[in-house]
């Protein structure tokens, strides 16, 4: 039955999209739904699926309409269904009315279901949503294997680019950790205590704010000494449980408890080139998650980026991308659905914006060689054009850099929401046998004031809905252009 309802949902796409990539994306629904059997993972894939559905068909059809001009870049790992390029005409209105009516109604039954779940269920501080904090990587990617979690080096994974680099290891100790839903046990009392106690000394030992582990520390005692954690008899619920209760105490989004059923091991694993390559192999097959590089009319410049990626992976793509915009009268960062990445590519872009070297603050460490564009660039004509960039609700930690800095540093107008909020991120420390929990470490001395966008985002000059952004960009660009 849940097949046949999600074969009637993808026909709400255009043909061209069904016959190019249909059979692909019901195999990775069938995998799915093997796979996340249980009750709250179910509802989890059918949140996830409805709001793809409710926000991807007229965004998608909003693109498809701009019908900007040039040379489609490819988009696909090989085997994975991509949701990034629509083909084809125009929707029938009728199908677009059903496909509204039914996400209303289907999101309206998720709804529902989950209340009388956490009814049936209560965990005190648990969320039971697709963002659940024991769903939450410690750079604030979904479901992204330990093994990835090391904010100081990599500040965010694209989930697209996940499953191909789950055994790679971050440099300051982030640990591979197997992950699976199906596998949960039991915690008695004398688990939790130890749980709680680990997490206590690890705050207090390794947290960059000693006054806010204190407050965090005391808040999960207490949590514990009430009672508030009996109904946590599993090792996912309490993760998550636990990881609410931190959050709340301190503020910061990056604290994460995790659990894993299959024992962690005692030190970090050594990174191996089989890791490298396999990471390497993904963001090449996904173009680097460079989505679109093209000159859009009035001659404006258009990069859409879904993550900054490793400068020695894909430096080359990154400024073949920057090459394509070089005779633009202005330029157009397109980040709504950029999800992180590495501090290097963060400033190899930005380099090409100033004609000498600009300190782009990031938050996870103490400055190092990238911490400065390296500007100017060879030439690059890029220098003394107008910059805008566009931003969403999604927009996250690295992205956030790029955006935070340029926006500080005067040199771009931010249009869009306001961003996600992830500026802080750290290790991951082991607790136990099966729970560890990432703490950030580190907090770099802000030099554009004494906050930064942990947990309240940037905002942009120019606030307007996400999918309005390019189009208003666009019209300030064209306007700022004219001649007076």
Not at 212 to 227: D, I, R
Not at 322 to 341: Q, V
Request: proline share 7%; glycine share 8%; aromatic share 8%.
């Amino acid at each position: 039955m849940s097949e046949k309802v999600y074969l009637f949902l993808l026909g709400l796409f255009p043909s061209q999209f069904r016959d190019a990539y249909g059979d692909e994306a019901v195999q990775l629904f069938r995998d799915r739904l093997h796979d996340e059997w249980r009750f709250f993972a179910r509802v989890r894939l059918w949140w996830d699926l409805l709001a793809d559905l409710a926000v991807s068909l007229p965004r998608e059809y909003g693109y498809l309409r701009q019908s900007p001009t040039t040379t489609s870049i490819p988009q696909r790992l090989e085997g994975t269904p991509g949701f990034y390029l629509l083909e084809g005409g125009s929707p029938r209105a009728e199908a677009l009315c059903l496909g509204t009516l039914l996400s209303a109604t289907a999101l309206m039954a998720v709804s529902f279901s989950m209340s009388w779940a956490a009814r049936r269920v209560t965990v005190p501080g648990l969320t039971l949503s697709h963002n659940t904090p024991a769903t939450k990587s410690l750079a604030g990617v979904d479901s992204i294997p330990l093994g990835l979690r090391s904010g100081a080096q990599i500040s965010g994974v694209p989930p697209d680019v996940a499953p191909e680099v789950s055994g790679l290891v971050g440099q300051n100790g982030g640990m591979r950790a197997p992950t699976t839903e199906n596998n949960d046990s039991d915690v008695d009392p004398a688990e939790r205590q130890r749980v709680i106690d680990g997490a206590v000394a690890n705050l207090k030992q390794y947290y960059f704010d000693r006054g806010v582990a204190q407050k965090t520390a005391e808040a999960l005692l207490a949590h514990e000494k009430n009672g508030d954690n009996n109904a946590a008899r599993e090792g996912t619920t309490l993760a998550a449980l636990l990881t609410t209760q931190m959050r709340d105490a301190s503020g910061d989004t990056h604290l994460v408890m995790e659990y894993s059923p299959d024992p962690l091991p005692s030190g970090p694993p050594a990174q191996t080139p089989e890791d490298e390559a396999r990471f390497r192999d993904a963001m090449l097959q996904q173009n680097c998650m460079i989505r679109k590089a093209e000159i859009l009319p009035h001659n404006l410049g258009y990069l859409k980026l879904d993550f900054f990626p490793d400068d020695s992976v894909c430096g080359s793509a990154m400024r073949k991308a920057m090459a394509t915009l070089n005779h633009a009268d202005a330029i157009i960062f397109d980040l709504r659905d950029n999800s992180g990445g590495f501090p290097d590519s963060v400033s190899l872009v930005a380099s090409y914006l100033f004609d000498h070297p600009e300190y782009m603050y990031e938050p996870r460490g103490a400055p190092t060689e990238d911490s400065w564009t390296h500007s100017p660039v060879a030439g690059s004509l890029l220098a003394d054009k107008p910059v805008y960039v566009l931003t969403s609700s999604s927009t996250w930690s690295g992205a956030e850099q790029f955006s935070y800095d340029l926006k500080m540093l005067k040199r771009a107008t931010l249009v869009g929401e306001t961003t996600r909020g992830g500026a802080h991120a750290g290790a991951f420390h082991r607790v136990d046998d099966h729970f560890g929990m990432g703490i950030p470490e580190e907090r770099s001395i802000n030099p554009y004031g004494k906050t930064d966008w942990e947990g309240v985002g940037v905002t942009p000059d120019v606030k307007v809905g996400a999918a309005k952004a390019l189009d208003t960009a666009s019209k300030m660009a064209v306007a700022k252009l004219q001649p007076k």
